[in-house]
């Protein structure tokens, strides 16, 4: 089995939670802090040995293609006036990764947007990274390839969220006895319940949006049948990997960062700024002394 370095990023959604922002750019445009939020979901790729990209995009997603090209006229003005990091920040991303682009044509759902990837996938394995979230710490992409190359079966990324939030994922059933041996941390998953109510779930491990899959997963979104709205759901090829190869789930501890909603999106932008040692110190006296003259401690108290 070849080693898992290509990478598939769906990016072609309207992003209507954020309009009008998002009316003439692409939601995976918006910054965080000082970066495009799907520049972090590259870099967690990159950081995880891939090498080769396919974001999956559609109508009023250039931003996004000029964003990873070569910039000559910024470049020749940013070498002019002296400002070197700059100018070192703008060429790197252009060389993080061969990345390609493919347009979906209609949003027909995750699932059919992994489909698209498949004449550039081929018989390889590869991951799957959501446009909207991005995870930092310990490499959970990373912990998923080398079970992958392990156990040779597709995973998914497993998050244990409070009880009550379950309701807003998809929910794993899995086999509390985990995988022996060497596998800490991966759990054997026998069933797929989407956004379940909290009194029916089987578990409090979401899936989260991180996968790493077998070539299998193209026969699978092939057979299955189109919901509401003629979407393709992952979830239900996902289910019919259950049934012929297996499925995998990894437990991770990375931190989560969330810009698909807008309060999310907000604690990940002061959350990074916290973190950033340009930023944080200045940010963080400022931000403290806001809730505390704001009273907004006590309010939260209440």
């Known amino acids: ?3 898992v370095r290509k990478a598939v990023i769906p ?3 309207l992003g209507t939670r954020f309009l009008p922002a998002t009316k003439a750019q692409p939601k995976e445009m918006l910054p965080v802090v000082d970066r495009p939020a799907i520049q972090y979901v590259v870099e967690e790729a990159v950081g995880a040995g891939i090498e080769d990209i396919l974001i999956v995009t559609g109508r009023n997603k250039k931003a996004i293609e000029d964003h990873f090209d070569r910039a000559p006229e910024l470049e020749a003005e940013l070498e002019a006036k002296g400002k070197q990091a700059e100018l070192d920040e703008v060429r790197r991303l252009s060389s993080l990764a061969d990345i390609h682009y493919v347009r979906q044509g209609e949003a027909l759902g995750l699932g059919h947007a992994v489909a698209a990837a498949r004449r550039h996938v081929g ?3 590869f991951c799957v990274l959501l446009g909207d979230d991005f995870m930092d710490g310990p490499s959970t ?9 392990r156990l040779g079966r597709s995973v998914v990324a497993l998050l244990e969220v409070p009880h009550e939030d379950i309701r807003l994922y998809g929910c794993a059933d899995v086999d ?3 995988v022996p041996g060497e596998d800490a941390g991966v759990l054997r998953i026998r069933g797929l319940v989407e956004k379940p109510a909290p009194e029916q779930a089987p578990s409090n491990y979401a899936v989260m949006g991180r996968y790493v899959f077998t070539p299998a997963i193209f026969e ?3 057979r299955v049948q189109p919901g509401k709205g003629g979407e393709v759901q992952l979830t239900d090829a996902m289910a019919m990997l259950l049934d012929d190869d297996g499925l995998y789930g990894m437990l991770t501890t990375s931190d989560r960062f969330d810009t698909g909603d807008k309060l999310e999106y907000l604690k990940a932008t002061v959350r990074l700024a916290l973190r950033r040692p340009d930023l944080g110190p200045d940010f963080g006296a400022w931000l403290g002394a806001y809730v505390r003259d704001h009273g907004l401690l006590e309010q939260a108290d209440r």
Not at 141 to 149: G, K, T, V
């Open 123 to 125: 018989d390889d394995s």
């Open 141 to 149: 992409l990373q912990s998923m390839i080398d079970a992958h190359d």
């Open 1 to 3: 089995m070849s080693p």
């Open 11 to 13: 990016a072609a959604g």
């Open 220 to 222: 699978k979104l092939e």
């Open 176 to 178: 509390p006895a985990g």
